[in-house]
Each structure stands twice: as C-alpha cells, then as structure tokens.
C-alpha cells in the first residue's frame, strides 16, 4: 500500500495523554538543518533559559550571521562547535501545554550512523530532515532505512529551507513525492511531509504566511498528535530473569517486566524450558505487590522448584516467544573490521548471552534503496539481511513484535566491544532435531588404549616460518615414540576436505573453522592432531580451543619475519604475491595477526627445526601429555 502524504490524526490529546512523553529522534544528511530545527522548537517552546538564549543570540551577533543561528542549542561540544557538525546523540526536552518530548538529536555523517540507529532504539518517532534546495540525499535513504529497521513506523519528513526554494509547491512536491516512492519499500505505510523553515520558523510552530498552500499540520501539531510507543511491542508478558535470590525463605527470581503486566496467581513458561509455573507472590524490593506493569523491575516467587536462571525468559499471552537456534535479523554492523560469516561472536539479547556467528549474509542494502546486493562481507556502517547461528536454543521475539525482547548486539570475543546490533526478522528452523548419537567408546576409553592424553598442538605463523617442518619432525619422533598423531597441514587439506575455498578473508575464516572441527574429532578420536596452518586470524584460533577441553589446546607461535620468510620461499609464492599474481597473500597484502598469549614461541630465525621440534615435546611431557620422551631427537628424512 502507498504511503498516505496526509498528517495521522492531530487533535488535541485528552485526558492523561496530554502529558504522555513523546520520544523522537531527528536525522537526516549532515547540512540538512536538524539542529537548526531543534533549536527553533526549544526556542519558541519557551523551554530555554534566559541567559542561553542570550548567548545564542550573542554567539550569532559575534559570527557575522543576519539571523540567529538557533543550531547553537544542540552543538555543546567543542568539537561540534568547531567542526559545525553534531557527532554524538544530543538529548533535549520540552513541553507544550499539550505534551512532553524528549529529542533524540542523531548524527547525519556516515561515519556515525550506529550511533543513529541507537538513538532509533529508544524513539516513539522520527523527523526527518531534508533540504528542500538538495533533494533526498544518500544519507537521507540510509536513514530512513534505519528508521524503518528500527521499528520507528511513525515518521515525518521535514522538508526544510524551504526559504531558499522561494517557497516553491514544486519544489515540496519533488522532495516529498521522491522519499514516498521509496518509502513504500521500507513498509513505512504512514509518512507525513510538512515544509519548513527552521531559520525563520515558517510550519514550525506558526503556520507561514509564505506557504498559504499547504493545508496540513504544524510540525509541533503533528509532534503533538502521534502516539507514544506505537508499534515497540505487544501486550504479551515478556520477563527476562536477571539474577535468582536464595535464601532461607526460599527463590525469588528478578528482572523487568520489558512487555505486559504480571500479577500474583497467574501462570506463566519459562523459555527455553518450556516449564509452566505459577507466580505466587511479586516484591518490589521489601514491598510486595499485586501487579507489575510494563518497565518496572519485580522479583517473582514461584509455586513450583524449577530450574531457572539467568538468561531465561517468563512469558504468557500471544503471540509466544520464538524459540530456536537459529534466526533471520536485520544487522547493523558497526566495527571498523568487517564481519565475516563464520567467525564467532558473542551475542547479547535481553539478559542471555551465547556464542553466534553470522552463517549467511542474504543480501546487503544498496545506499540507493533500490536493490539488494550480495555480499561475502559486511563493512562499518552496511546493513545486511543474514542468518545467525547460535551456541543454544534463544528465547526471542520478532523486533515487529516486541522490541526488547527482539534486538541484540554481537560482541567481539577478542576487544569486548560492540560489533554490531541487530533485529530478530524471522526464527529459521531450529537443529532441534538432529540429535548427539551417544556410543559405548567415548574419549576416555580411546584414550586410555592410547596411553597418552588427547591435544591439538596448533602451529601458526607466515608461510615459509617452518610450520610444516616442524610438524613433520614432531609426528615423526612421537610416532616412533608409540604415540597416535596425524597432521593436519594447510595445504594437504585443500586438494580435499577445503578444495572449494579461495583465500579471501571469509574464505580464510571458513577455512579454519573446518579445521578446527576436524582437529575436535581427532582429539575425540584420542590422538594429538598436529595442526600447521598460517590461520592469521586471533579470532579463529580462539574459536579453535574453544571446542575442545581446557589443557588440550596448545598454541605454538612459528614466529619469523616477513624478511626471512620471503628469503626463504620454499614454494616461491612471496615473489608471486609481489607481482600481483596472488591477492589476499598473508604478509603481503593480508594481515597476519600473531598470538597474544600462546603456550609456546619458536623463533626460527635462530632456531633449527630438531630444536623447535624437541622443544614442544618436551612441553608435552612436561605437562603429562606423554609419559616418557623419544629415545631419539628428531631429526630430518635422510632425503631432505
């Protein structure tokens, strides 16, 4: 359905409404004169303070301008200041004798749109600014692309300077009529286009003179009429527990009614269990009470001992929550190394937290909205439609459906920082069918035939730092020992099992995330897997000891310079890298990201191969991997 250019209804609230708090964030193309009309609609609310209206004033006397520069409200950063630009979420309020606001100022540069879509997540609605004089810019698509990500469907697009067009109606109707055809596309059903003038205030507050043609709302009249929370989430309850409290009177379980009400005697699920339990009492704090609505924090007792913790979600009414491990999200990615599919990160939703990787990504949103683009990767600031795969079966609900419960964030595993924010679309069918096949021959039985623990020594370095070598050599002297071993080598594996793979960096990822589950079985399977791969990045190599026991993982950092490695060039690809023969090339034109921490460093710049070989099983024999050393060094094939 095409969205409608008529305002939603702007009648005066009534009753309790007339105070309601209305969140709304403002974005738009950096230039485009959303602070400028903020500024008006603080000004002529009447809601500055006399000495910082007299400052502006002052400010804009002492900048040369013939008019007050009302921008001068929001940009109280320094930096703003001097750049002239607003970098960071800017939070101010006002009211009216009709309504509280709150004003959720975002960044128009590109390099800050995570930090627009976090304004999103807490809006009611969205103004949108555009210069009547430029048109719908990029930047005006992308954030209106976000708005509509972000569940924000209330949206007004502000066509200001419109003093610059001579108040032109062609000049409106082109900009209005170009965002609405997009608009449509976005499920943006209902958008409201009023022009503007935040230098003068013409449709600001007061109704212009100069534009006797339009026959809509006032932006304030429409800010006034729209509903707050419209559309952020259902009546079903939704209680993320938070922490569980013990004591001799028994269990109460916290958190915060995100959606719906609880009250004592009703029954509720626990997800992902699946338990119905019945709430017997509600507190808040020492106090108790009947009933707890939405956005309050509670602690529950329960009729019934279950198992409940941390993580886990109280739920009742319709539609119930998804559950699954694995899920359809919009993604936000937000860190200045790209995501790549398969690379593990920790995933935020609500109170839980499970390991996730990105399996798939869909399809990324070209900036120009007008198609969907494929994509092996995704770059700061890019949205992308993706599947996710997640550690455990998530409790969750569709960000349409309910918003807290349906947004995330991912997490990298090495910096601890936000990577990316994301929006449940869709739960994919879960593995819940696919089940562990339990066997009479586990690893401790396989281990004891072998007579030495299970481990994966993984090697890691350049390529010509010696990996394959040393690998060689070590299997060579435990073999003779008795010990059961086999070497994964990096190349071996890709005339087979990694054939289908480049060397991209998703292709590296992907590359070593097989390993790593093949090096998993082999330690199941009782043996020491030796492991010889460059595998660059600190990410992947943590997934690596992740999958299996702790003490079972041992790093050995191959260690030698980009200078010796290409003097050396065994298999003489550094000089084909150099001629641009080989792309993606680890040392080259690909980063190479060492251990921070591994269990043991070989330098083969001053160490020969039997030495760095002899080193690492003396580690395993002093930590009881083995139980005794090879009669005999290792030594080179008589051939080499």
């Given at each position: ?552 993982f041992v790093e050995i950092y191959v260690s030698a310079s980009v200078e010796t490695c290409e003097r ?73």
């Amino acid at each position: 359905m095409p969205p409608e250019v008529s305002a939603p209804p702007c009648a005066a609230p009534t009753g309790k409404d007339e105070t309601s708090l209305l969140q709304f964030v403002t974005c738009g193309n950096v230039d485009d004169g959303k602070s400028t009309l903020v500024g008006r609609l603080l000004h002529d609310s009447g809601c500055l303070a006399e000495d910082q209206v007299a400052q502006i004033y002052a400010e804009s006397r002492r900048k040369g301008l013939g008019h007050v520069d009302f921008s001068l409200v929001f940009d109280g950063l320094e930096a703003e200041r001097e750049q002239g630009i607003t970098i960071d979420v800017a939070y101010r309020y006002f009211a009216t004798p009709r309504r509280r606001f709150t004003v959720l100022d975002a960044p128009g540069h590109q390099q800050y749109t995570a930090r627009m879509a976090a304004a999103c997540s807490n809006a009611d609605a969205a103004v949108l600014v555009a210069d009547a004089s430029r048109g719908i810019s990029e930047q005006t698509r992308r954030h209106a692309q976000i708005v509509a990500m972000m569940g924000v469907r209330q949206v007004v697009l502000a066509v200001n300077k419109m003093d610059a067009v001579g108040f032109s109606f062609d000049a409106f109707e082109s900009v209005s009529e170009a965002f609405l055809r997009f608009a449509g596309a976005l499920d943006l059903s209902r958008v409201v286009c009023i022009p503007v003038s935040a230098l003068r205030g013409d449709n600001v507050f007061q109704r212009s003179a100069a534009m006797t043609w339009f026959g809509g709302p006032t932006l304030m009249e429409c800010l006034e009429g729209l509903a707050s929370r419209a559309g952020t989430g259902s009546t079903a309850l939704r209680l993320p527990i938070q922490l569980v409290v013990r004591s001799d009177a028994g269990r109460r379980y916290c958190g915060t009614v995100v959606s719906g009400s609880l009250r004592a005697g009703q029954s509720v699920t626990a997800f992902p269990s699946r338990q119905t339990v019945t709430v017997t009492r509600l507190w808040a704090g020492a106090d108790p009470l009947d009933r707890v609505e939405s956005g309050h924090a509670v602690s529950v007792e329960l009729a019934e001992t279950v198992d409940i913790g941390r993580g886990m979600v109280l739920a009742s009414g319709t539609p119930a929550p998804e559950l699954s491990d694995r899920a359809t999200a919009n993604l936000l990615w937000m860190d200045q190394a790209p995501l790549l599919p398969g690379r593990e990160y920790l995933l935020r939703a609500g109170t839980s937290e499970l390991h996730a990787a990105v399996t798939r990504i869909h399809s990324k949103c070209d900036p120009d909205l007008k198609k969907h683009t494929d994509a092996r990767h995704l770059d700061m600031n890019e949205i992308a439609l993706c599947s996710i795969r997640l550690s455990a079966p998530l409790a969750f609900d569709l960000y349409r459906v309910c918003r807290p419960t349906g947004s995330f964030i991912l997490i990298d595993r090495v910096t601890n920082a936000t990577a990316g924010a994301g929006m449940f679309v869709a739960a994919e069918a879960a593995t819940g069918n696919v089940f562990w096949q339990a066997l009479d021959v586990d690893k401790h039985a396989r281990t004891a035939i072998k007579g030495h623990k299970p481990c994966v020594l993984w090697l890691t370095g350049l390529s010509g730092a010696g990996k394959s070598t040393i690998a060689n050599l070590v299997e060579r002297a435990l073999s003779t020992a008795g010990v059961h071993t086999y070497v994964l080598d990096g190349d071996n594996v890709r005339h087979g099992l990694n054939k289908d793979l480049g060397f991209t960096a998703e292709d590296r990822v992907e590359n070593i995330r097989r390993i790593a589950e093949v090096a998993k079985l082999f330690v199941d399977a009782g043996l020491i897997v030796i492991v010889s791969f460059i595998s660059p990045f600190r990410q992947e190599r943590r997934a690596a000891r992740a999958l299996v026991e702790d003490g079972e993982f041992v790093e050995i950092y191959v260690s030698a310079s980009v200078e010796t490695c290409e003097r050396r060039d065994p298999k003489g690809l550094y000089r084909r890298a150099r001629r641009g023969e080989i792309a993606d090339f680890t040392g080259v034109s690909a980063p190479y990201e060492p251990p921070e921490a591994p269990e043991i460093v070989i330098d083969t710049e001053t160490m020969p191969p039997e030495t760095a070989a002899m080193q690492i099983i003396e580690w395993l024999h002093r930590h009881r991997i083995i139980a005794s050393l090879p009669s005999a060094a290792p030594s080179a094939p008589a051939s080499s």
